[in-house]
């Protein structure tokens, strides 16, 4: 069982970038897939939400209007569009599954979580 997050890197203030989150050994058919990012010295914070039962996404309010989430059965692979990316998007960015998400005072909160993959490095730098 593993979730590999891929497709950091630097990208200059105003660009995009898309990250993958693929799964192996379960099918992500049947959870809530999130997206967290940690700078350091900052907390954990949740950005994304994509959950499979209804296909509903949830964004923290951080990056709604600029980020965008979807999913590929056929991969078994949960993307993150990251658009107009600004210095503050600067992290290490990891994608968890659980059974379901919400908002909660403005950020993505993941529930009953129970795998968690390795981060990828996104830097926004001129």
């Known amino acids: 069982v593993q979730l590999q997050a891929s497709g950091g890197g630097l990208v200059q203030p105003g660009g995009s970038l898309t990250l993958s989150c693929a799964a192996s050994g379960f099918t992500l058919d049947y959870y809530a897939i999130a997206w967290f990012r940690q700078a350091p010295g900052k907390e954990r914070e949740g950005v994304s939400c994509f959950t499979s039962t209804d296909r509903n996404t949830y964004y923290a309010d951080s990056v709604r209007g600029r980020f965008a989430t979807s999913k590929n059965s056929d991969k078994n692979t949960v993307y993150l569009r990251m658009n107009s990316l600004k210095p503050e998007d600067t992290a290490k960015y990891s994608c968890?599954?659980?059974?379901?998400?919400?908002?909660?005072?403005?950020?993505?909160?993941?529930?009953?979580?129970?795998?968690w993959g390795q981060g990828t490095q996104v830097t926004v730098s001129s």
């Open positions: 968890a599954v659980g059974s379901y998400c919400a908002v909660v005072h403005g950020v993505v909160r993941l529930y009953e979580d129970d795998y």
